[in-house]
């Protein structure tokens, strides 16, 4: 079974730029999470989309948004790209029932110059 | 408000010694304990996991004691290996909530 699948896997924007990422969960999986990594603040809960709908939602600004598709794929984006975004973005996904771990894909790094 | 507390920041360990990590948290509304281990270049791992109903799982080298009362768990690593070397993050989260809260994480270094 193929795991979770993020591109791209590196990335380097601008400040004020827009960025969409990319994530493909475990076939069957219908919850996806997204994190953010940073060797400051660690890893921290973005957002989680289930069945097309935003479960839960972390304490970030409203620049990051994210939607789920039909086949449980989802993106993540990032508007006005600010130099604090620079970290690695990580994908978690789940079957969406309880009891269930989460299994993360390899990230995207992003780097804002 | 950090509501899982881990430490060390990092620790070394000779080959063959025991690896302890200590996590501590605040909300009691958790009930689901997991571990991750992440090596540079990875995405983190799910290692073992644990419920506040038992106090203690083992699996392999891996151990997770826990102390409900005292809002403590820890994760300890028998026999400890150079390929143990990783990054260790302590988690928490509510039964049928994909929102992990993570700790701050341990690296370790296992001299070979």
């Known amino acids: 079974k193929a795991g979770v699948t993020q591109t791209p896997r590196y990335l380097i924007k601008t400040r004020g730029q827009q960025v969409t990422l990319s994530c493909s969960p475990i076939?069957?999986?219908?919850?996806v999470s997204w994190y953010q990594q940073t060797p400051g603040q660690g890893l921290q809960f973005l957002f989680e989309?289930?069945?097309?709908?935003?479960?839960n939602k972390g304490n970030f600004p409203g620049r990051f948004s994210g939607r789920q598709f039909s086949n449980s794929r989802s993106e993540m984006n990032v508007s006005t790209l600010e130099l604090g975004d620079s970290a690695l973005y990580l994908c978690?996904?789940?079957?969406?029932?309880?009891?269930?771990?989460?299994?993360f894909g390899d990230g995207t790094r992003l780097s804002i110059l | 408000q950090q509501q899982v507390k881990q430490s060390p920041q990092s620790l070394i360990v000779q080959k063959g010694g025991i690896s302890i990590i200590n996590c501590a948290y605040e909300?009691?509304?958790?009930?689901?304990f997991p571990w991750y281990q992440q090596f540079p270049g990875k995405g983190p791992a799910l290692l073992i996991a644990?419920?506040?109903?038992?106090s203690e799982k083992k699996e392999g080298r891996f151990t997770i004691s826990f102390n409900k009362s005292a809002k403590q768990f820890s994760l300890h690593i028998m026999d400890s290996q150079p390929g143990d070397s990783a990054t260790y993050f302590c988690?928490?989260?509510?039964?049928?909530?994909?929102?992990?809260?993570f700790g701050k994480g341990t690296r370790l270094h296992i001299l070979p």
């Open positions: 978690a996904s789940s079957p969406g029932t309880p009891n269930q771990p989460q299994h």
């Open positions: 076939s069957g999986h219908r919850s």
């Open positions: 989309y289930f069945s097309e709908t935003q479960r």
């Open positions: 909300n009691t509304a958790f009930d689901y």
């Open positions: 644990i419920r506040p109903d038992v």
């Open positions: 988690a928490a989260s509510k039964v049928g909530d994909d929102k992990i809260i």
